[in-house]
């Protein structure tokens, strides 16, 4: 059968996929419920019977209805909106076409729950008892039912996609620094534009025409070899006549075209423009991009500028790998490890100018840093604890160590903390004794800025030097905090500060001005809110991790919070960040500024849907904290 | 409803025995009933003409109304062999001679839809038409017409625009038109079955609509 066959052949295929349906008028209704979750999933042969059994039902906009009021089973909307409320009258969902509602099974988990319609509504109802055995025949359509939302979301957290490096498209791994030059240049100052960029290449243009491409080979081959006379014109040993690739070319296609054709530098055009310049030692480190290389380098580096230029194309190597499949916990992983590695070498080049500490310390990372949940963009949040022996006189050595290494992380790309928060401020670097009485205080009076800084500073972790000093502040906070009641309350009031943008579904609650207008703060709304959460369940129970993950499993290990819950947090933060990161990531190869902003319409319907999961599950949790922490102060 | 038993009178001996004896034997929903406790069975059909003088029917669809809902188990669709070539109205319905092949004979048709209409108020979107026709072939079995309760969906939203005392706009009685007013979906028609399941809807909308949670009797709607 050729090929062309097969597809007449399937496309007759496809004219009748419900060979099930006496009634081949109600295939409509079989193919928009088949679009519709999780649905999309079920064989035809078990389909076919669910919708010769669907009654059609229509609610005005205005009517409410509960479990008790009508009769049970799955609702299907095919045209129109309904929201959920609990008895608190709550928003717990808003529903839209395709989408399906369980009274009753929402009733077990949630107590009573009423259905109000609020776009009249045409409604597929699927009765209790074909819905009943549907679940039975079907296991993977039972799951998406049992065990409320939660499991469809952790699907999508564990889904790990092949890597294969070699379909990444070329733009991904191009170097964007270009050298131009025009036809007349003299081929010496060429070479001298190229020493100082430290390129291979450089394009000749005139008149944004691009004439040519001079490497290093035609230097050497066409120039140095021929003993032409240094003011021979760029033009004279140019390469002429050039082929690029296009952006979107693999970098199987690339490497294929380059090997062949003997090419050692190629042009990559973006929409016709020459955009980008490939070179087959990128296509080599294309492949050879593992982290912990990027890791040991920088440990090798002599000076911050080496450092700079090392980490520059870190953005690039953050969406290789986000490519080759690793997830957002791996990849904020591996970025902590960067930065961490990029402190130690500039505490390391600093203490060989300034010579040996005078008495024990330690560089202490804070916030995002020390929880390991960095991302790019991260400014900076550290501080610097000194044994308590430390003299005045011997102090000004910590702030020259600290200006030292915050001005080379600031050079490098961590900008400077906003607040403050930094060794180089005075009131971060502190002997133990002044830190612990610091801690007292904001323990005893919360004020809303003393719960603004500890959210930052009790995810503590120490990078560099004596742990020891570290391990007994964080001792002093947790022995402060566990039992506080007032300051959980404090805390608990701050992890409720930002809503979840729950409750405008068919349009999520969305930024009302500025820049970001109908976008939605992935941070702010979605890792913060559990990043707080898991930090005030921590310090409630004196658990000394500060990774969320590792917060989690402890709290679940101690019988804190239920594994279910631990789990569902993991899992919303793990979705919320893996979207954020592949955000960025699609900001970075489009040239754009790294932000959080992402506008919902812009997902695709199932990522939409798990979104929607996440921020029910935070939701859940922080009226669980409100529960727990706040009972009684509204 | 006692004015429809009073027009079937003088019919009563000449039908003993027949289909339509039968359907008429059930008994009817009273009118004050309200419109959830009434069974409608929404009917819409297919012919070689609009003149129910030369034109022959080629196909019905039907669906039950039970207590508010659509049931789809009740949705049939038949052909209709026909006794002359369908010509011209094929463009219209997209039924070719051919498609007729397996076709029913229209007195098993008849018979069959007389036995789910019993006890049922029919319903239709442009009501003259379609009973025009099935009083036809009634008369012609049975020598009497079709003599059951019919609500019309378009005389319906007819008095509905009237009662607004709005200027009524051609198409805006037509189906979809109808449907749009209440927010249903569209629909893609010109089959027998999907226009009756398309009434339907406009049905169970447009009663809910006039009940705003309260009882409509069925008087209201016929």
């Known amino acids: 059968m050729s090929a062309e066959q097969t597809a007449t052949a399937q496309s007759e295929n496809s004219r009748e996929p419900f060979p099930g349906l006496d009634t081949p008028e109600l295939v409509t209704i079989a193919e928009f419920i088949r679009q519709t979750l999780p649905f999309n999933d079920l064989a035809a042969e078990l389909l076919c019977p669910v919708v010769a059994k669907i009654l059609v039902q229509y609610h005005c906009k205005g009517e409410s209805f509960d479990a008790t009021t009508e009769a049970r089973g799955l609702r299907i909307l095919r045209s129109g909106a309904v929201e959920l409320r609990d008895s608190d009258n709550k928003l717990l969902d808003r529903l839209g076409e395709g989408e399906n509602f369980h009274i009753a099974g929402l009733n077990a988990e949630r107590g009573e729950v009423i259905a109000t319609v609020i776009e009249d509504a045409l409604i597929y109802f699927v009765p209790d008892d074909v819905y009943r055995s549907l679940r039975e025949q079907d296991r993977h359509f039972d799951r998406y039912f049992s065990g409320q939302r939660n499991r469809r979301l952790r699907r999508a957290a564990r889904y790990q996609p092949e890597p294969n490096t070699m379909m990444q498209e070329v733009r991904t791994v191009m170097s964007t620094d270009l050298l131009t030059v025009k036809p007349g240049d003299t081929v010496q100052s060429v070479a001298q534009a190229m020493s100082a960029r430290r390129v291979s290449s450089a394009f000749v243009v005139e008149n944004d025409q691009l004439l040519g491409i001079v490497t290093d080979r035609d230097l050497r081959v066409r120039f140095v070899a021929a003993g032409l006379p240094p003011d021979t014109l760029v033009s004279e040993v140019m390469t002429a006549d050039i082929v690029s690739v296009d952006g979107s070319a693999t970098l199987f296609a690339t490497t294929l075209l380059m090997t062949q054709r003997r090419f050692h530098h190629l042009p990559v055009k973006i929409n016709g423009e020459t955009r980008g310049i490939v070179t087959t030692s990128d296509l080599i480190l294309a492949k050879q991009d593992d982290p912990v290389y990027l890791v040991q380098h920088i440990s090798r580096q002599q000076d911050v500028n080496s450092i700079k230029e090392l980490v520059s194309g870190m953005a690039n190597l953050m969406v290789q790998w986000v490519n080759a499949g690793m997830r957002a916990q791996q990849v904020s992983q591996v970025l902590t490890a960067i930065s961490d590695a990029i402190t130690v070498r500039l505490i390391q080049l600093a203490e060989e100018q300034l010579g040996p500490a005078p008495v024990s310390w330690c560089w202490t990372g804070f916030g995002s840093q020390a929880r390991g949940e960095q991302l790019l963009g991260a400014d900076q949040d550290n501080g610097l604890v000194i044994a308590d022996e430390v003299t005045p006189e011997q102090l000004p050595w910590f702030a020259q160590l600290a200006d030292f290494v915050c001005d080379g992380l600031d050079e490098v790309g961590y900008v400077y903390c906003p607040g403050g928060i930094m060794a180089k401020t005075d009131e971060w670097r502190q002997p133990l004794s002044i830190w612990q009485e610091t801690v007292r205080k904001w323990a005893r009076s919360p004020t809303p800025d003393a719960?603004?800084?500890?959210?930052i500073f009790f995810d503590i972790r120490c990078i560099y030097g004596d742990c020891k000093l570290a391990e007994a502040l964080q001792e002093t906070m947790l022995d402060q905090t566990s039992r506080n009641s007032i300051f959980l309350a404090a805390l608990a009031a701050n992890a409720l500060d930002s809503k979840p943008p729950l409750g405008i579904f068919r349009r999520f609650v969305v930024d009302r001005d500025g820049e970001h207008r109908s976008e939605l703060d992935l941070k702010k709304r979605g890792v913060l809110p559990v990043t707080e959460i898991v930090r005030l369940h921590a310090l409630a129970h004196k658990i000394r991790a500060v990774n969320t993950d590792e917060r989690l499993k402890a709290l679940a290990a101690g019988k804190h919070l239920t594994i279910a819950g631990s789990r569902n947090l993991a899992d919303a933060l793990h979705f919320v960040q893996q979207l954020r990161i592949k955000h960025q990531c699609d900001q970075i190869v489009k040239g754009e500024k790294v932000s959080n902003f992402l506008n919902p319409r812009d997902l695709p319907k199932m990522a939409k849907e798990q979104l929607r999961d996440a921020f029910t599950i935070i939701d859940e949790a922080q009226s669980s904290v409100r529960q727990t922490y706040r009972a009684g102060m509204g | 409803m006692w004015r429809l038993q009073l027009r079937r009178l003088p019919y009563r001996k000449r039908i003993a025995g027949t289909a339509l004896q039968a359907c008429w034997h059930a008994p009817l929903p009273s009118t004050s009933s309200d419109w959830r406790e009434v069974s409608f069975l929404v009917v819409d059909a297919e012919m070689s003409s609009l003149d129910a003088s030369t034109g022959e029917l080629l196909s019905v669809g039907w669906v039950v109304v039970q207590q508010g809902s659509i049931s789809l188990a009740s949705a049939e669709h038949h052909l209709i062999r026909a006794e002359n070539s369908v010509g011209q109205s094929a463009t219209i319905h997209n039924l070719r001679d051919h498609d007729l092949v397996d076709a029913r004979e229209r007195e098993q048709v008849?018979?069959?839809?007389?036995?789910?209409?019993?006890?049922?108020?029919?319903?239709?979107?442009?009501?003259?038409?379609?009973?025009?026709?099935?009083?036809?072939?009634?008369?012609?079995?049975?020598?009497?017409?079709?003599?059951?309760?019919?609500?019309?969906?378009?005389?319906?939203?007819?008095?509905?625009?009237?009662?607004?005392?709005?200027?009524?706009?051609?198409?805006?009685?037509?189906?979809?038109?109808?449907?749009?007013?209440?927010?249903?979906?569209?629909?893609?028609?010109?089959?027998?079955?999907?226009?009756?399941?398309?009434?339907?809807?406009?049905?169970?909308?447009?009663?809910?609509?006039?009940?705003?949670?309260?009882?409509?009797?069925?008087?209201?709607?016929?």
Request: charge should be positive; charged fraction near 25%; proline fraction near 3%.
């Open chain 2, 110 to 222: 008849l018979e069959h839809f007389l036995e789910v209409a019993a006890g049922k108020v029919l319903v239709f979107h442009n009501a003259v038409l379609d009973l025009a026709f099935l009083n036809k072939i009634c008369r012609r079995y049975f020598h009497a017409p079709l003599l059951m309760p019919v609500v019309d969906t378009l005389l319906q939203e007819e008095s509905l625009l009237r009662r607004r005392e709005q200027a009524i706009k051609t198409g805006e009685l037509r189906l979809q038109a109808c449907r749009d007013r209440y927010n249903l979906p569209r629909f893609h028609g010109h089959n027998a079955l999907l226009d009756a399941l398309a009434t339907a809807e406009l049905l169970i909308a447009m009663a809910s609509h006039r009940a705003a949670g309260k009882q409509l009797p069925l008087r209201q709607l016929l």
């Open chain 1, 451 to 455: 719960v603004m800084r500890v959210s």
